[in-house]
């Protein structure tokens, strides 16, 4: 085994040489914590704070209503909106940007089952993400549908014409297993289903081209690698051909019109129409400024970065760890794995614990998960060897 000493000078000399390093630069990280928890809430942007304190004195302190009607918020969460596009390969006015991933699933899921009547499924995976299952219950309930819950690997053996939707997480929130996106959506379309795609754990770590996939519809969250801060508003994606979907709450933001106050109904043209009530001006603010941490940032780059530190992560864990009874819980092949790097161990919480106590910051996921999410804007490698030297010795 490598002295511990050796590990640290080689990640060390690898975080110097790195071409995008300087994108840690961007972000407000506290001194001396090793914040591995970004896929849960990303930090805070230099970018973001500025927008939110000009926004607060300027725009709202000084401009009061009338930063409506200057235009200061008229069309920010379109703005937020393309900004969260131009990263998940969605041509402009196919994402909306509005409410939580947990609403913007609802009315994915009520969309979905209007594009294809008189069927009798919703295929769903599981161990999914708790909202998606609620959401997805409840929304099957309400459509008369049945709800079939596979696991990943048996989607398509579970894909027949009674199909209507098939719904599930790009990069599962426990192991950080990729699904395969293309070829799943594929399967969905060759029975005449639709698929309706969480992105809340891929979008800004993995490389997501929603439009070249041919998904139907897709969500994603705004607080977790998209940097837009606590109950960020998260985004909704149409694919353009389905431009006609109808939200099931046509509310006023979603409106052709807002401010015309018209009579009836008249929806927004695209994705937009998925907005609901009211910008949520300050977190869309901060949301908007924080996607400029990708500005200039190829994703091929940053996605090759990522694989390095989930990597580095693994083998130091087969070295380091698993003697210790530490078990790797997410795929071994970088290829199959998003951007957080899950370990079991029984003593879980009680080490997430401590390693926050002296300043490592990861999840624990019940009932016995460590996560660590390894971002590929700001996380070093040095923080990776930190982490596992930190863990070790706690076990030993
Ligand atoms: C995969 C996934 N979907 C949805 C959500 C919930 O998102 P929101 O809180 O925006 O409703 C989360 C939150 O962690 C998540 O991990």
Redesign the pocket.
């Known amino acids: 085994m490598r002295d511990w000493r050796d590990v640290h000078d080689e990640a060390a000399a690898a975080d110097a040489a790195d071409p995008l390093r300087h994108l840690r630069g961007r972000f407000a990280l506290p001194e001396g914590v090793a914040y591995l928890d970004g896929n ?1 809430l990303g930090p805070l942007t230099h970018a973001a704070r500025d927008a939110v304190r000009r926004c607060v004195d300027d725009e709202w302190g000084t401009g009061l209503i009338g930063s409506w009607a200057e235009g200061a918020w008229v069309d920010l969460a379109a703005r937020a909106a393309d900004r969260i596009a131009a990263l998940i390969g969605a041509p402009p006015g196919s994402v909306a940007c509005a409410d ?6 609802h009315k994915a899921l009520h969309a979905a089952v209007s594009l294809v009547p008189g069927r009798r499924r919703i295929v769903s995976v599981r161990g ?2 708790p ?2 299952r609620y959401v997805t219950a409840r929304v099957a309930a309400d459509r008369g549908l049945a709800v079939r819950q596979v696991d990943a690997g048996d989607l398509p053996g579970a894909l027949d014409e009674d199909v209507a939707v098939v719904a599930l ?1 790009h990069v599962d ?1 426990r192991s950080a297993r990729i699904a395969d996106l293309p070829g799943i959506t594929a399967a969905a379309h060759a029975v005449g289903a639709v698929a309706v795609w ?1 992105l ?2 891929s979008a800004g770590a993995v490389p997501v081209d929603i439009a070249a996939s041919g998904a139907d519809l897709a ?1 994603g ?4 690698y998209l940097n837009g801060g606590p ?1 960020a508003p ?1 985004y909704l994606y149409v694919a353009p051909r389905h431009a006609a979907a109808e939200s099931p709450i046509p509310g006023w933001f979603g409106h052709a019109d807002p401010f015309a106050f018209g009579e009836a109904y008249a929806p927004a043209a695209g994705a937009r129409r998925f907005e609901a009530g009211t910008t949520p001006v300050l977190g869309m603010t901060a949301l908007h400024a924080a996607l400029t941490a990708f500005d200039g940032v190829p994703i091929t780059g940053l996605r090759r970065r990522g694989m390095e530190l989930t990597s580095r992560m693994v083998d130091l864990t087969d070295a380091h760890l698993a003697p210790l009874g530490v078990a790797l819980r997410s795929p071994r092949e970088a290829a199959e794995r998003g951007g957080h790097v899950m370990l079991g161990h029984p003593r879980a919480q009680e080490l997430v614990g401590a390693l926050a106590a002296g300043g490592v910051v990861g999840d624990f996921r019940p009932p016995d998960g460590l996560r660590f999410g390894l971002a590929p804007l700001y996380t070093t490698r040095v923080e990776v060897v930190r982490l596992v030297r930190e863990l070790a010795g706690l076990l030993a």
């Open positions: 849960s939580s991933t947990t609403v913007n699933l999914d993400f909202t998606d997480s929130f969480d809340a754990h969500v969250c705004g607080y977790k109950g998260a």
